[in-house]
Each structure stands twice: as structure tokens, then as C-alpha cells.
């Protein structure tokens, strides 16, 4: 069974700050793992995608998340936050590829103060 | 540009009404999702499909129901609309290379 836990429902980071956004998964094979971003009253866009190539992912805007199977994380990051970073990031793990079942976490609201 | 549509973004309807929502889609996927979203919640997968004539319903349960007669048309209907079903409902693709794309969502609200 896969499960995502995302640590911290909310976030706040002041701007130009370093951005961390916690998500550990559970998984009996090795898995394929996603972050999601959504902007208020839109739907979700991939920021970036583990499919057991590179540990550390690039996406788009600037993140990056880093797997680490030790420790069963795959973390998400940016050097400096923007003011329009401001939105909810979903963290999701999928055992079969990303098109059978995906499972979500509860996401993650971050908040970048001026 | 190829993309995923959902109609209306926003909708507010009485309790027993029949609603439809739309999701069209010209990425050329045959892999389509409904998705149900509520504050602070995970999303829920609803229903899917595989292709033309492809439905199942997903891990959370739901009255609603679907069909797909063509590759590009994914609606979602209720027949008798309750505040339960208030909530956001996203509708997705996937695709080879994509992942998931996903349209605006619908926020429906039954009072």
C-alpha cells in the first residue's frame, strides 16, 4: 500500500527565504513520486517528477526535491521565495507509473511574507 | 494548444437538481480522472477511465456517475444534487511523457 504524508498543513516564509516543503512516503516497491502546485481557483500543475532516474529532480519555477530512500523522503525546495511561490503544493506517490493510482497528501499551503 | 477544459468553474444549485459537469480534452489522452477536493483534504479519485467506453469508479465512493463516448468528453453527472456533494471536482488526464494534466475545476455548491 503507498501512503504520502506531508508535514505541515501551512507554511510561511518571508520572501527571498529558503523554501522547504516536507513530504515522506510509503511505498512496497520502489515508487514514482510528484509535486504538485496549485494557484487559488485552478487546478493542479506538475512541478517536478521522480522516475527512478536522477535522486535529485529540477522542475519548473525554480524547485527541486531530492529522494532519499533512507529516509523515505522526497522534499521539496527553492533557494529564494517568491511572492508568487504563494499557493498550495500537493506531494503524491504512485507504485504502478503515475496512471493506475496515484495517492495525494492533504497539501501543503505556503505563505511567502513580503 | 493542447488542454483540458472543465465547465462551469463555479456552480451553485439547488438540493434534487440534475447536474452535468463538463471536461473536454485535446490533449489526444485516452487516460481520463475525476477527482473530488475538499479544504485540507487529499484529493479523492472518483471515477476513470481507460478510453471510449472505459468507466470505473475510484476509491471514493460517490453517487455520481460518468461515461465516455468519445476520447475528448469526460462528464460527470448527478442525478439529484445534496449539500453533501458540495466540494471542488477536478477532472485530469494522463499521458505518456505528461503525467497527470489537470483542468481549473468545477467548485459546486448545493444549498
Known amino acids: 500500500a503507498q501512503s504520502v504524508t506531508q508535514l505541515g498543513s501551512h507554511v510561511s516564509v518571508s520572501e527571498g527565504a529558503l523554501v522547504l516543503l516536507r513530504c515522506n512516503y510509503s511505498s512496497s516497491v520502489p515508487p514514482y513520486l510528484f509535486w504538485y502546485v496549485q494557484y487559488p481557483n485552478q487546478g493542479l500543475q506538475l512541478l517536478l517528477k521522480?522516475?527512478?532516474?536522477?535522486?535529485l529532480v529540477k522542475g519548473i519555477n525554480g524547485f527541486e526535491a531530492e529522494f532519499k530512500k533512507s529516509e523515505t523522503s522526497f522534499h521539496l525546495t527553492k533557494p529564494s521565495a517568491h511572492m508568487s511561490d504563494a499557493a498550495e503544493y500537493f506531494c503524491a506517490v504512485s507504485e504502478t507509473g503515475g496512471y493506475q493510482k496515484v495517492t495525494f497528501g492533504i497539501g501543503t499551503k505556503l505563505q511567502v511574507i513580503p | 494548444e493542447a488542454d483540458i477544459y472543465q465547465t462551469p468553474r463555479y456552480l451553485v444549485i439547488g438540493t434534487g437538481k440534475k447536474i452535468t459537469l463538463e471536461c473536454s480534452q485535446t490533449m489526444g489522452h485516452d487516460k481520463m480522472y475525476w477527482y473530488q477536493q475538499d479544504p485540507g483534504m487529499e484529493l479523492h479519485l472518483i471515477h476513470y477511465s481507460y478510453g471510449v467506453n472505459s468507466t470505473e469508479k475510484g476509491d471514493l465512493s460517490s453517487e455520481s456517475t460518468v461515461s465516455r463516448i468519445r476520447t475528448e468528453h469526460f462528464p460527470l453527472t448527478l442525478e439529484s444534487a445534496r449539500p453533501s456533494h458540495t466540494s471542488q471536482y477536478l477532472c485530469a488526464t494522463w499521458g505518456m511523457g505528461y503525467g497527470y494534466t489537470f483542468g481549473s475545476g468545477t467548485r459546486l455548491t448545493v444549498v
Open positions: 521522480y522516475t527512478s532516474a536522477a535522486t
